[in-house]
């Protein structure tokens, strides 16, 4: 009997998904154990003495430190590329596991929540990165639904679940296995070879591609596309010291409309995603559904709502199968819009605490987290894995994810507070409305860009035209013209 040899970049394509797979379900147990936590906390008589100011920084921490992770990674990842960047990014979150679970001040607690956050902007810039780099263009955005959307959601189930039934501190020492397998799986993957081509590494490049791709005519095609695109970017600032490189296509890029395009656009991408309340219900969900239940026993509506939202997340993949992006994300948003009015509604109208009001509420809540977790979150964070140019990847991300981190670190720190002065229902039509003024921006900036290669992606976006192959040859020879003009300069 002959035993059947696995491909070799079956075992690669299943290292990269096993890994970034773990490192979502770490990141989103962060947010799970965090809301147990805080609830207990609040009511805890024990040796922490905590009020509401310190829960709410503890609570909103992650979001303003996550884009120190984002700054830490982005230069890590361009030293010691993809791989080696997730295990270092993971080490943070380890540390804070350990430090949580020893806390016995608030002083212990905020640093352990600093460290999380830092290792969640971290883990969250490398998956964005790495979807759209170790991913074929036909499965990326499946890809990063199955492994960032639906891992992070798990996680927060988890972490949810758990926090009901156990003590913080044990939930604590639970995370520290998703995490220890984030910090080691990556060490056994092969370099990005989009790393690789944009450090001038071709050889390497061309190897470790074809490690990664199902071998074909479309795979070389994208192989000789991103090899093309990236030589002659190294060709055109090939006279300027290597330190000067990079700043130097930050620079050109300021003067470009393509470039303020992707930052305004990407921004309203994380915009909705913030006002859509997916961390927010992460980080205060045994509080909001107590405070809409009335009643602390909510194990079954924490299976509910979490259950659903999971749910959501896998029919997507389904969903993306099916329709194009901007078909899939525009009515379902809308839907999910509809949904999260008749919930403020609900809560405005019939605030009394009853057995048959709190079922509907849930029910509501839970079909909201279905509808937008099956279309707007999949859609919009999959577009962020596609549309910044290489070279100027890590500056976009970090540049936006220190702003998103902001906004968000306001979203979640003034939320209690917003719950007692407009209410649950006065947040919810507040993010409602804010969703509806991006859903109109990216209604008609938005660009479709399912199955089409981060190159060609680029391209689109700087000559903003369809996706044609004379329009990208046209741009490839006045890419070629501007290097040739450079070179007669530098030699002048």
């Known amino acids: 009997m002959c035993l059947k040899i696995v491909p070799g970049y079956i075992i690669e394509q299943t290292l990269v998904i096993v890994g970034i797979f773990v490192s979502s379900i770490s990141d989103g147990f962060i947010f799970g154990q965090m809301s147990g936590m805080l609830e207990a906390l609040h009511n805890a008589e024990g040796s922490i003495s905590l009020d509401n100011n310190d829960l709410s920084w503890i609570a909103s921490t992650i979001n303003i430190t996550c884009f120190v992770g ?10 010691f590329g993809r791989r080696k960047s997730v295990t270092i990014a993971t080490i943070p979150v380890i540390i804070s596991w350990i430090m949580t679970y020893k806390a016995h001040n608030k002083t212990v607690l905020i640093l352990s929540r600093f460290l999380a956050g830092v290792s969640y902007g971290g883990i969250l810039f490398m998956s964005y990165v790495n979807i759209g780099e170790y991913m074929s263009p036909n499965i990326r955005f499946m890809s990063f639904n199955m492994l960032v959307c639906v891992g992070s959601l ?71 596309l991103l090899i093309s695109v990236e030589k002659d970017k190294r060709t055109k600032y090939k006279h300027m010291k290597n330190n000067l490189v990079a700043l130097n296509m930050i620079k050109d890029a300021f003067k470009k409309r393509y470039f303020w395009k992707i930052i305004l656009l990407s921004l309203l991408v994380n915009i909705y995603k913030v006002a859509a309340g997916r961390v927010l219900f992460s980080t205060l969900a045994i509080t909001i559904l107590q405070g809409i239940t009335g009643t602390p026993d909510i194990l079954l509506f924490t299976l509910t709502t979490n259950g659903f939202a999971v749910f959501g997340a896998c029919m997507s993949c389904l969903l993306l199968r099916r329709f194009k992006m901007r078909q899939l994300l525009f009515p379902t948003a809308f839907l999910a819009n509809i949904c999260l009015i008749l919930l403020g509604l609900v809560l405005y109208l019939k605030p009394d605490k009853d057995e048959v009001f709190n079922w509907i509420k849930i029910l509501l809540l839970a079909t909201y987290l279905v509808i937008v977790g099956a279309g707007p979150y999949p859609v919009l964070e999959s ?26 670190f306001l979203a979640i720190k ?79």
């Open 70 to 79: 984002f700054a830490l990674i982005g230069v890590v990842t361009e030293i």
């Open 414 to 492: 003034l939320a209690p507070d917003m719950f007692l002065v407009i209410g649950y229902h006065g947040v919810f039509f507040l993010n409602a409305f804010i969703t509806f003024l991006c859903l109109v921006y990216l209604w008609f900036f938005l660009p479709e860009t399912k199955g089409k290669t981060l190159q060609e992606i680029e391209l689109y976006l700087k000559i903003n035209n369809c996706y044609d192959s004379d329009n990208i040859k046209q741009e490839q020879m006045k890419e070629l013209l501007n290097i040739k003009t450079m070179a007669v300069i530098v030699n002048e």
């Open 383 to 408: 577009i962020l894995t596609e549309i910044f140019p290489l070279e100027l990847k890590t500056f976009i991300i970090f540049t936006i994810g220190a702003i998103v981190g902001v906004i968000q």
């Open 154 to 224: 798990v996680g927060t189930m988890f972490g949810h679940i758990l926090s009901v039934v156990m003590d913080w501190r044990n939930v604590a020492l639970v995370g520290l296995l998703p995490s220890l397998l984030s910090a080691a799986i990556p060490l056994f993957w092969v370099e990005s070879p989009m790393w690789l081509a944009g450090k001038g590494r071709f050889e390497e490049c061309e190897k470790s591609f074809r490690l990664l791709r199902t071998p074909g005519e479309a795979a070389e095609e994208e192989l000789k």
